[in-house]
C-alpha cells in the first residue's frame, strides 16, 4: 500500500538522476548534487581516459544555479564541468573538487571550495554543510589521497581523488532535504525527506531518519552505474565483504524493508530515474 503526504503550496521536488544525483527545485530555480550522467564503462576505471558526454548535460539536465558535490570521485565529480560550462552554474565542493573542476577549465569565479561547517545561500536554497564519511570496500577507501601533480582532461578515472566528503541539508522556505554521506548520527539536524544510500545499512539508516525526525526516505546510489542512462537500470554491484557471498549486488528493497520494521511511520520511496517528484504530494510506497 502506498501513501500520501499531504500537498503543501510552494513545495520543493526533486528528480533522482542516478546514482548518487539530485536535482531539487523550487519554484523554477534548481540546484543540483554528484550529477552523474555520463556512466562510463567499468572497463575505464582501470585503462583509459572517458570524456564526459555534454550533450547528456544538455538533455537531461534544467537550468541549475549551483552544483553542490559531496566528494571528487569520478560518479559524483566527471560530468560537473560540463554542467557549469552549460548552465553558468556554481559548484561547490572541496579542495580537490576544486582543483578538478580548475583542471577542466572551469572559470574561477564558478568554483567555491568550502568545508564542513559552511553556509552556502543560492537563490531560495540555503545549504548547510556537514562532514561525511565514504564506505569502504573490504577494509579500504578507493581513490584517495593528494591529487597527481599535473591534471590533464580527460582524466583517468583513478585521478578523481577524494580528500573530503560531505553531507548537506538544503531547505527552501519550509521544506527540507537532508542528503546525509555518513554512518556517523551525531549533529543530524532535523529534515523533512532523507536521501541515503543503503550501503550504509538498514539500522543506521533508521537512526538518521530517527534522528532528523524525517517523514520519508528516498534511497540512491544503489543503481549499477557503469550501464548507459537509456539503458533499464537494476542493482549495483556491491563492494566486497568478508561474508558469503563475496561478490553480490544490492538489494535496495530488502533494505527498504528492513528500514520499515525499524521505523514503520517513515515511509520509503523508489523514484524512477529523472522523473519530476513533487516532494510533498508525491506517492511514497511501501516496499
Known amino acids: 500500500m502506498g501513501s500520501k503526504i499531504p500537498l503543501m503550496a510552494a513545495s520543493l521536488s526533486f528528480r533522482w538522476l542516478g546514482t548518487a544525483g539530485i536535482e531539487l527545485e523550487f519554484r523554477g530555480d534548481r540546484i543540483l548534487i554528484d550529477p552523474y550522467l555520463s556512466r562510463f564503462p567499468f572497463r575505464y576505471t582501470i585503462l583509459g581516459r572517458p570524456v564526459p558526454k555534454r550533450e547528456l548535460v544538455a538533455r537531461h539536465l534544467l537550468p541549475a544555479r549551483a552544483v553542490l558535490v559531496s566528494h571528487a570521485h569520478f560518479d559524483h565529480l566527471a560530468d560537473v564541468p560540463n554542467v557549469c560550462r552549460e548552465f553558468g552554474a556554481l559548484a561547490f565542493g572541496s579542495d580537490n573538487s576544486s582543483a578538478i573542476l580548475r583542471a577542466h577549465e572551469v572559470p574561477a569565479d ?3 571550495t568550502v568545508n564542513a561547517g559552511d553556509v552556502i545561500s543560492t537563490g531560495p536554497f540555503e545549504v548547510r554543510v556537514f562532514a561525511g564519511q565514504h564506505g569502504r570496500m573490504a577494509g579500504l577507501l578507493p581513490f584517495t589521497g593528494k591529487l597527481p601533480a599535473r591534471l590533464q582532461p580527460p ?7 577524494m580528500d573530503s566528503m560531505f553531507s548537506f541539508h538544503v531547505r527552501a522556505a ?24 543503503p550501503l550504509w545499512g538498514a539500522r543506521i539508516c533508521a537512526a538518521v531518519a530517527k534522528s532528523a525526525q524525517v517523514r520519508a526516505i528516498i534511497p540512491i546510489h544503489w543503481d549499477d552505474f557503469f550501464s548507459p542512462l537509456d539503458r533499464p537500470h537494476h542493482p549495483l554491484v556491491a563492494p566486497p565483504g568478508w ?10 528493497h530488502a533494505f527498504a524493508r528492513d528500514v520499515k520494521k525499524l521505523i514503520p511511520e517513515v515511509d520509503v520511496f523508489f523514484p524512477e530515474i529523472l522523473k519530476h517528484n513533487p516532494l510533498q504530494s508525491a506517492a511514497f510506497k511501501e516496499e
Do not use: G, H, T, Y
Open 110 to 112: 564558478r568554483v567555491k
Open 155 to 161: 582524466l583517468r578515472l583513478s585521478n578523481f581523488r
Open 174 to 197: 519550509q521544506d527540507s532535504c537532508l542528503i546525509w554521506n555518513s554512518p556517523d548520527i551525531r549533529d543530524v539536524p532535523r529534515a523533512d525527506f532523507l536521501f541515503f544510500c
Open 243 to 252: 561474508s558469503s557471498p563475496w561478490i553480490r549486488r544490492m538489494e535496495p
